[in-house]
């Protein structure tokens, strides 16, 4: 069992900055593709970025490209997502997981996300 407690939200203008942080306990995540994912009100919970185990292949969706960038520290057991021109249609909670090769979720409990939320 892994425990993954992302961190980083907040309120911030359009086009500013945040880095998110998604800590693992229990066990290592070392071994796993990661991904985060986001969920807005009234939205399907979406992906946003993932990186492989090694951290040496990431993919994006189209409406991050560029300004969203996704890494791993795999010796602190954490993953980041580093956010950069934020758009007020960013907002959303935000959450890590676990992905498989094509990056999609494992049936692994979702943790608690971290609220993302950017003003006009």
């Known amino acids: 069992q892994v425990n993954l407690v992302e961190s980083g939200g907040g309120l911030v203008p359009a086009g500013g900055s945040l880095t998110l942080s998604c800590a693992a306990s229990g066990r290592t995540v070392t071994p796993w593709h990661m991904g985060w994912f986001r969920q807005a009100p009234g939205m399907e919970r979406e992906l946003v970025a993932g990186i492989s185990a090694s951290g040496l292949r990431t993919t994006y969706t189209d409406f991050v490209k560029g300004r969203f960038t996704i890494s791993r520290d795999n010796a602190k057991n954490v993953v980041f997502l580093q956010m950069d021109s934020l758009k007020p249609e960013d907002t959303a909670v935000y959450y890590c997981?676990?992905?498989?090769?094509?990056?999609?979720?494992?049936?692994?409990?979702w943790g608690q996300g971290t609220q993302v939320s950017v003003s006009l």
């Open positions: 997981h676990r992905v498989g090769d094509n990056y999609f979720p494992t049936r692994d409990a």
